[in-house]
């Protein structure tokens, strides 16, 4: 059995779980089994409608002193669930969450774990799972040995299928520890589309010559409703806070389309934003390198470009 | 306080990415080697900083690699740190050099284990969280903040979307991401010094790896990029909305 760790913050499930259940499904597909969700926690969600991605069980530790993430609780609790629901492969998605945890999973399991995964494994001959390396330069063939498996995948590389169906809801009693690491607030920004999930995203740099012009780019990320993203040295100079810089000391992204305004693509940043699949660059400087990396660009001045692509997409909508 | 600060060895940012052997090995002709720059940047600095306010802490460097991760382990003691231990093995399984670490964790009695948030060649995210496992003491990960008072830390992480500040006592694992400290350039005094600041060499335990890299692979080029005229933005919209099916 294929088991999905289905995870959920503020009593909704994350939009990264759809893509790991799609994902599981699939897998427990090629290997001719069943796929089933496990929950920890409680959500207002309706459980039974996770059928449509595929699987056939969730299995829920309801208890709410799990809605608080400790790592090694939670990592103790779906140890135990593996073991209790006989699963020989976990899916996790690579998202904050998957970081905290799946790690831990192994090392209680003893399990071979690849994260950053972007495709089903290839199990023809072994179990090899392809992920991402170099900050996204390149890629790694990653053949797991152990008897459970555990692949963590990267947020937007698979895409979300909903078909028909409905998922029994079953209640897994697993006796937890007592939480050590003790919540004390949660700062959310809100009404932000987050950064890892967007499908679109909107990232401004240097171009922009200082935060007070930032108007331009949260016009343009508000009628593309998408997240906003920067380069190191505008977070460096906190022009913007430091959960938007991308790159390779930065986040990790992948969006169906990012627009870079006024970076000029060095390599580092590249490696943050090289696996989006549509890229739209729009700088004033011809030479600058990122034009080597996009799909679409333009040469010009953003404070003049910007404002005619936001108008531009806001008629597209009112068409 | 006794802090371990995990340490790995990682190509230059602007290094070439290439592979040889068919494909199954990294090319290493002509790259440089940093100090993972999570590992640098944020843990080692912040271990520092903790030493710096409390003359009493005790900070080790922990790396597993060859002989060739030396040059990285003095690069790192130039910055700060009192002995390093370096695990004579090398594997790209992060179970294994968890495990390594987690031998050498079990004998030192270490209040804080510092890592990285990942490390930049296989961006596994991985090691802090098995340490933490393997030794059954709490994990946090992602850190963008770490304080101490007693043996009290207060850790803010980041969760999807904003952030998370929680309290845990010591002994805890925490992976560092940006944030946590500033990075620093060694001076004269700390590279003079690194030189002689004593560097253990352990075997390895015996540990079976879970996974191991059969290939790479190098994305597809990009087909090149199609520009538009700076006074023709309805046509970037009609591309991204018709050819790219984007927005
Ligand atoms: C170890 C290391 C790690 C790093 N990690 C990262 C990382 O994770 N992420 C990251 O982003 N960087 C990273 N960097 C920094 C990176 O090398 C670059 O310095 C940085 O990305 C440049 O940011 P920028 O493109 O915003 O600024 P610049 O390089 O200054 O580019 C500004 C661009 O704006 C254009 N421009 C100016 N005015 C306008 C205008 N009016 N309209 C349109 N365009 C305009 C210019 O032509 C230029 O191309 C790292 C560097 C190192 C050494």
């Known amino acids: ?319 | 306080m006794k802090i371990l600060v995990c340490i790995s060895k990682t190509p230059d940012t602007t290094s070439k990415i290439a592979f040889k052997n068919n494909n199954t090995k990294f090319e290493e002709a002509g790259v440089q080697w940093i100090i993972n720059p999570y590992d640098e940047w944020y843990a080692l600095v912040r271990a520092i900083e903790l030493k710096e306010k409390d003359a009493g802490t005790v900070i080790h460097l922990v790396t597993v690699g060859g002989a060739d991760t030396e040059p990285i382990i003095r690069k790192a003691f130039a910055l700060g740190g009192d002995e390093a231990i370096r695990i004579n093995a090398t594997s790209d399984d992060s179970f294994y050099v968890a495990s390594q670490i987690a031998e050498i964790a079990k004998q030192g009695g270490y209040d804080l284990i510092f890592t990285g948030k990942e490390t930049i060649d296989y961006n596994s995210s991985s090691i802090g969280g098995m340490i933490a496992g393997l030794l059954d003491i709490p994990f946090i990960s992602l850190a963008t903040k770490f304080d101490i008072t007693g043996t009290t830390t207060t850790v803010t992480r980041e969760i999807e979307g904003g952030e998370e500040i929680a309290e845990v006592s010591l002994p805890v694992v925490v992976s560092c991401a940006k944030g946590v400290a500033e990075q620093r350039i060694p001076n004269m005094r700390g590279i003079m010094a690194a030189r002689t600041k004593p560097l253990k060499v352990v075997e390895p335990a015996a540990i079976e790896p879970l996974t191991h890299v059969t290939s790479y692979e190098l994305p597809p080029a990009k087909a090149g990029v199609k520009l538009v005229a700076a006074d023709n933005v309805a046509e970037l919209v009609r591309l991204l909305h018709e050819e790219a099916k984007a927005i």
Request: with cysteine.
């Open chain 1, 1 to 319: 059995m294929v088991l999905i760790f289905i995870d959920h913050a503020d009593g909704h499930i994350k939009k990264a779980s759809f893509e790991a259940l799609t994902y599981g499904a699939a897998l427990a597909k090629q290997l001719g089994t069943n796929a089933e969700g496990l929950l920890c926690g409680t959500v207002a969600d309706d459980l039974a409608l996770l059928g449509k991605y595929g699987i056939t069980k969730v299995n829920q530790v309801n208890n709410e002193a799990l809605n608080n993430l400790d790592s090694l609780v939670y990592g103790k609790t779906i140890a135990d669930a593996v073991t209790a629901l006989g699963a020989k492969v976990l899916v996790f998605s690579h998202n904050q969450t998957g970081r905290a945890v799946a790690p831990v999973v192994a090392a209680k399991l003893k399990a071979g774990l690849v994260t950053g995964a972007i495709a089903l494994p290839d199990t023809s001959n072994g179990f090899v799972v392809k992920k991402s390396v170099f900050s996204g330069k390149a890629y790694a063939n990653v053949n797991i040995t152990s008897d459970i498996k555990i692949i963590s995948l990267n947020p937007n590389s698979y895409k979300t299928v909903a078909g028909e169906g409905t998922a029994e809801v079953s209640q897994l009693n697993i006796a937890i520890d007592s939480l050590k690491v003790k919540l004390t607030a949660v700062n959310k920004v809100s009404g932000e589309v987050p950064l890892t999930e967007a499908d679109i995203v909107v990232s401004g740099g240097r171009g922009l010559k200082g935060p007070e012009n930032w108007g331009i780019i949260e016009d343009l990320a508000h009628v593309l409703h998408a997240a906003t993203a920067c380069s190191r040295p505008v977070a460096d100079s906190n022009w913007r806070p430091h959960h938007e810089h991308v790159g390779q000391t930065g986040e990790q992204i992948a969006p169906n389309l990012y627009i870079a305004i006024g970076i000029s693509g060095a390599i580092q940043h590249l490696a943050g934003v090289n696996r989006s699949k549509h890229i739209v660059v729009i700088n004033k400087d011809p030479e600058a390198p990122f034009f080597k990396a996009a799909d679409y660009g333009i040469v010009g001045d953003a404070f003049e470009v910007v404002p005619k692509l936001t108008e531009e997409i806001r008629k597209l909508h009112n068409s």
